[in-house]
C-alpha cells in the first residue's frame, strides 16, 4: 500500500551469533520466524535474547502451516517460557500465521508490521550528514572493499567523506538492492558504497565527515587504539602463565587452519565455530582469517606452520595455486559451513590419541 519497508534477514545457523545480535541493533521491528513442525529451537530463544537486548518490538511469524503435522498452538505455548506473550494468549506480541510456499498470511504480516511501526512513530532526519551500521564488507576482485551500509538517519550522497571503524573512504558509488547506481540513499535504504581504503568489520558504523584529513585522522586513531589494545591484550602474559601455557601445550595437540571466505560476516561466523571444536587433547587454531582470495601469502603462512588453508566462496588465485602445488599445501574449498565445521572435526578427531 506504498508503505516502503527493509528487510534485513539473518541467518539462522548456530554459527551465526553475532549477526543476529547485530541484525537486532539495527532493526527498528525483529520478526521472529518460528516453524509450526519445528516449534522453539535454540537459535529462536538466542534470537528473542538478542532482541530483548536491543530493546525492540517483536512480531512472531509462525510458518510452515501448509504442513500436514503443523501445529501453531504449541509454538504459542513454548513461546510462553520465554516470556514472549502472543495475543492469542491475551499478550502483547502480534502474531501471523503463514506459509512462504503458498503465501498464506503474508498480507496479514505485512500489516502487522505496518501497525507496529505506526504505535512506534519511527522517524528519521533526511536532512542532515548520514549516520548508518556495516551490515556486510567484502573485498571484491573489480570493485575493490565493498560496503553494504544501512542508512539510519540524514541522506548518504555520492562524493561524501566517511569514516566507517578503522577504515576511512569517499563514496565513489552506490548501488541499491537492484544493482542500480544511485546518487543518494535517505534514512532505512541499504546501499552497497564502493571507494572505501579497507575492508570494514561488519557491525561498524558509518559517519560522514567534512574533510577528508579528518576522516584520514579519526581511522587512524582508532586503528592504533585496537592495535594497542591487541598488543595490551598479548603482553599481559606474566612468565609464570607462560610456563603452564607451555606445559598446557605439551599435553594438547594443535590443529592449525587458515581461513579465508567472501564476505566478513562469514568469516567471522566460521572462526567463531571453530573456537569451540576441541577438548583436553586437541584444539582448533586459527592462524588467519581474511576476506577475499587465496594469495600468495596466505600459502607462505601456511607453509611455514603445516596448516591447511580453506577457503569459503572463495578460489586461490593461479601463483596461490602454484605456490600450494610446490609446498604441498592442502587447499580446501567450501560452500556450506556445515561441511567445514564437520571436516574440521573429523581432522581434530584424527589428532586424539
Known amino acids: ?17 553475532s549477526m543476529r545480535s547485530r541484525g537486532a541493533q539495527v532493526t527498528d521491528i525483529v520478526v521472529l520466524v518460528v516453524a509450526a513442525d519445528d516449534a522453539v529451537m535454540p537459535q529462536t530463544i538466542e534470537a528473542i535474547n538478542h532482541a530483548k537486548a536491543a530493546k525492540v518490538p517483536m512480531i512472531v511469524a509462525i510458518n510452515k502451516i501448509d504442513r500436514p503435522d503443523a501445529n501453531p498452538d504449541k509454538v504459542r505455548t513454548d513461546l510462553l517460557q520465554h516470556e514472549v ?14 506459509s512462504a510456499i503458498n503465501g498464506t498470511g503474508l498480507e496479514e504480516l505485512l500489516e502487522a508490521i505496518t501497525l507496529q511501526s505506526e504505535i512506534l512513530e519511527l522517524k528519521a532526519n533526511p536532512n ?28 548518504l550522497r555520492q562524493g561524501d567523506i566517511f569514516v566507517v571503524g578503522e577504515q576511512w573512504g569517499r563514496v565513489r558509488a552506490m548501488e541499491n538492492d537492484h544493482g542500480e547506481r544511485v546518487k543518494e540513499a535517505g534514512p532505512s535504504v541499504p546501499v552497497e558504497v564502493l571507494g572505501l581504503n579497507g575492508t570494514p568489520e561488519a557491525g561498524d558504523v558509518l559517519n560522514v565527515v567534512e574533510t577528508e584529513a579528518q576522516a584520514r585522522e579519526i581511522a587512524e586513531y582508532r586503528e592504533k587504539a585496537a592495535k594497542d589494545k591487541r598488543a595490551a591484550a598479548g603482553a599481559a602474559v606474566t612468565l609464570d602463565q607462560l610456563m603452564a601455557n607451555a606445559k598446557a601445550n605439551e599435553d594438547v595437540n594443535e590443529l592449525p587452519i587458515l581461513v579465508k571466505a567472501d564476505v566478513q560476516g562469514s568469516a567471522e561466523a566460521i572462526v567463531q565455530a571453530m573456537e569451540k571444536i576441541g577438548n583436553e587433547e586437541v584444539r582448533v587454531r586459527v592462524l588467519h582469517s581474511g576476506v577475499g582470495a587465496i594469495t600468495e601469502s596466505d600459502i607462505g603462512l601456511a607453509e611455514a606452520s603445516g596448516s591447511p588453508v580453506f577457503g569459503f566462496n572463495v578460489r ?38
Open 85 to 98: 506473550i502472543v495475543e492469542k494468549m491475551s499478550g502483547e506480541v502480534q502474531d501471523v500465521e503463514v
Open 316 to 353: 586461490a588465485n593461479a601463483p596461490a595455486r602454484n605456490a600450494a602445488n610446490q609446498k604441498g599445501v592442502e587447499i580446501r574449498y567450501y560452500s556450506v559451513i556445515y561441511d567445514l565445521v564437520d571436516d574440521v572435526k573429523a581432522a581434530a578427531s584424527g589428532l586424539l590419541s
Open 1 to 17: 500500500n506504498g508503505t516502503k519497508m527493509t528487510f534485513l534477514d539473518t541467518p539462522g545457523h548456530a554459527a551465526f551469533t
Open 128 to 155: 542532515r550528514a548520514a549516520t548508518g551500521a556495516v551490515i556486510e564488507a567484502q573485498l571484491d576482485v573489480g570493485r575493490g572493499p565493498v560496503a553494504t551500509v544501512l542508512v539510519q538517519n540524514g541522506t
